[in-house]
T-cell receptor, first 113, second 115 residues
Framework: DAGVTQSPTHLIKTRGQQVTLRCSPI?????VSWYQQVLGQGPQFIFQ???????GRGNFPDRFSARQFPNYSSELNVNALLLGDSALYLC????????????FGQGTRLTVV | DQQVKQNSPSLSVQEGRISILNCDYT??????FLWYKKYPAEGPTFLIS?????DKNEDGRFTVFLNKSAKHLSLHIVPSQPGDSAVYFC??????????????FGTGTRLKVLA
């Protein structure tokens, strides 16, 4: 069984650009969450989507947006990139909105120069 | 506002001995706790969890203890193996206004098991 897959694995962008990160959850999982992990810190919650609706949002600016598609895959978009957006972006999938065990993908390493 | 704290950034243990990783939290409303292990260039891997209605959960070499009055949990690994060398994250499951959950992570403890 395929786990959570994220693409791309690495990305280099210039300040001010826009980026789209993609995530495919485990088959049968309907909930997708996004986390940002800055070096030396634990992952920080950005968004949760369940059944294509946003169910939670962390303390991130409006430059961050996301969506979930009918097949439950998800995209995270970040506009007007700043150097501080450089981080590992993790996607996690779980069965439902109240299921508390989540499975993470390998992440997308974003570097903003 | 760090609601989940792992005060030891690193820990070295001899192979075969016990590894004890600690985690403290501030919010008494947290009702579920998890430990994740992370190798470089990989995403976090779920290790073990515990509900707030329990004080201990065991899975093979891994045991998690929860002390609600002290708002403290610990992960014990016995015996420690070199393959256990990784960064360990403690996480608390927090309910959001939508009724769904998010994880709040600590900053991690890097465990090194020496052969």
């Amino acid at each position: 069984d395929a786990g959570v897959t994220q693409s791309p694995t690495h990305l280099i962008k210039t300040r001010g650009q826009q980026v789209t990160l993609r995530c495919s959850p485990i088959s049968g999982h309907k909930s997708v969450s996004w986390y940002q992990q800055v070096l030396g810190q634990g992952p920080q919650f950005i968004f949760q989507y369940y059944e294509k609706e946003e169910r939670g949002r962390g303390n991130f600016p409006d430059r961050f947006s996301a969506r979930q598609f009918p097949n439950y895959s998800s995209e995270l978009n970040v506009n007007a990139l700043l150097l501080g957006d450089s981080a590992l972006y993790l996607c996690a999938s779980s069965l439902g909105q109240t299921y508390t065990e989540a499975f993470f993908g390998q992440g997308t390493r974003l570097t903003v120069v | 506002d760090q609601q989940v704290k792992q005060n030891s950034p690193s820990l070295s243990v001899q192979e075969g001995r016990i590894s004890i990783l600690n985690c403290d939290y501030t919010n008494s409303m947290f009702d579920y706790f998890l430990w994740y292990k992370k190798y470089p260039a990989e995403g976090p891997t779920f290790l073990i969890s515990i509900s707030s209605i329990k004080d201990k959960n065991e899975d093979g070499r891994f045991t998690v203890f929860l002390n609600k009055s002290a708002k403290h949990l610990s992960l014990h690994i016995v015996p420690s193996q070199p393959g256990d060398s990784a960064v360990y994250f403690c996480a608390a499951s927090a309910i959001m206004t939508s009724g769904t959950y998010k994880y709040i992570f600590g900053t991690g403890t890097r465990l090194k098991v020496l052969a």
